[in-house]
């Protein structure tokens, strides 16, 4: 599939809503979408509706931070550390794992729908039956500490397009890949620039891996996150995402947003590998797109709002963006 050219991005429609909108799911070819916010609800809203009105179908005991859609199977995870199975077909829910013993960073389906791994602030990526919710494996291989002996965070995860292989990212932006079948630690690649301590003013840290993405053939990773922060207060460095040849564990190149600021939060290769998307922000959010090739940034947009997830179509043709206060829907082609 030829992707749509990034100059061609034009802003559709804002939605607003109360809520910090922390993951999105939109079922594909249709304009139902699930959302998981700060108001500890999972919805659904239909976007094509006159007035946007999304409905709360279930609660977690805290944020809903993220959201996998696997067919009909919804599943959510929280800062409570539990997962929940929802029918989308049926609208009830399948079941509620304790899957976690800290909050649920991120949790992401397998190719072929048969998987679901998530991580968490425990350090642990577990990797689940999508059907039956059964644990398959737990992959252990990030230190629970900084090297300065602060808790650490797992914030990302991410499979490969075949199904091979399993990515994870740390506060400390220690990122390892894993054989996902076997469950057998294959490579690590680090980019430290991704992660800043502060040893006068506040003895505190800030930033790391915050997404990953593999290249549509396997052969690259791309891992965004910020760059060094002068003040930790504010998520005032630049946004920045390095790309690498994970199996030879060498950066083979790196993007600096001149004109963002903040967390890359998420990463998304177009189906021909022929530009890398990456959303995020601060204060203010961006969509960007990267060529890895020519080691360009081919453009770069604001958005009113920090990003923290984004859904893609199925043609590559429309894309979401959820964040503070509002969705944002965008056109490409």
């Not at 279930?58 to 997962?83: E, I, N, Q, R, W």
């Not at 499979?159 to 054989?179: E, F, N």
């Not at 940034?297 to 206060?325: T, Y």
Request: hydrophobic letters at 40%.
């Amino acid at each position: 599939m030829n992707a749509p050219n990034p100059e061609s991005l034009k802003l559709v429609k804002d939605y607003s809503r109360p809520a910090i909108a922390f993951a999105v799911a939109r079922v594909p070819g249709t304009d139902r979408v699930f959302l998981g916010s700060s108001d500890f609800k999972v919805s659904e809203a239909d976007l094509s509706a006159a007035k946007f009105e999304p409905k709360g179908l279930y609660g977690h005991a805290s944020y809903v931070t993220t959201l996998a859609l696997s067919g009909s199977t919804l599943v959510s995870g929280g800062y409570d550390g539990k997962l929940v199975w929802w029918d989308t077909t049926m609208n009830k829910e399948i079941r509620t794992e304790a899957a976690h013993a800290k909050w649920i960073r991120q949790v992401v389906a397998s190719p072929d729908g048969s998987r679901f791994a998530s991580v968490a602030d425990d350090m642990v990526c577990k990797v689940w039956d999508a059907t039956t919710g059964k644990l398959v494996r737990e992959l252990r291989g990030h230190g629970e500490k900084t090297p300065q002996n602060f808790p650490s965070m797992l914030y990302a995860v991410a499979y490969s397009a075949d199904g091979k292989y399993l990515a994870t990212a740390d506060k400390t932006a220690k990122v390892i890949v894993w054989d996902a079948k076997a469950g057998e630690q294959l490579k690590k690649v680090e980019a430290p620039t991704m992660y800043t301590w502060d040893q006068v003013q506040r003895l505190h840290s800030i930033g790391g891996a915050r997404s990953l993405a593999f290249s549509p053939d396997g052969q690259h990773l791309a891992v965004g996150g910020t760059g060094k922060i002068g003040n930790i207060d504010h998520l005032e460095a630049k946004a920045r995402v390095e790309v690498f040849d994970w199996q030879a564990e060498k950066q083979v190149a790196e993007f600096v947003a001149d004109k963002s600021q903040g967390l890359v939060n998420k990463l998304l290769y177009a189906p021909d590998g022929s530009w890398l998307l990456g959303v995020g922000g601060a204060s203010e959010g961006f969509v960007a797109f990267f060529d890895v090739k020519s080691k360009k940034v081919l453009k770069q947009e604001k958005v009113g709002m920090h990003v923290h997830d984004l859904s893609i179509g199925p043609k590559f043709d429309s894309l979401l963006l959820a964040g503070h206060n509002k969705l944002t829907a965008y056109k490409l082609g």
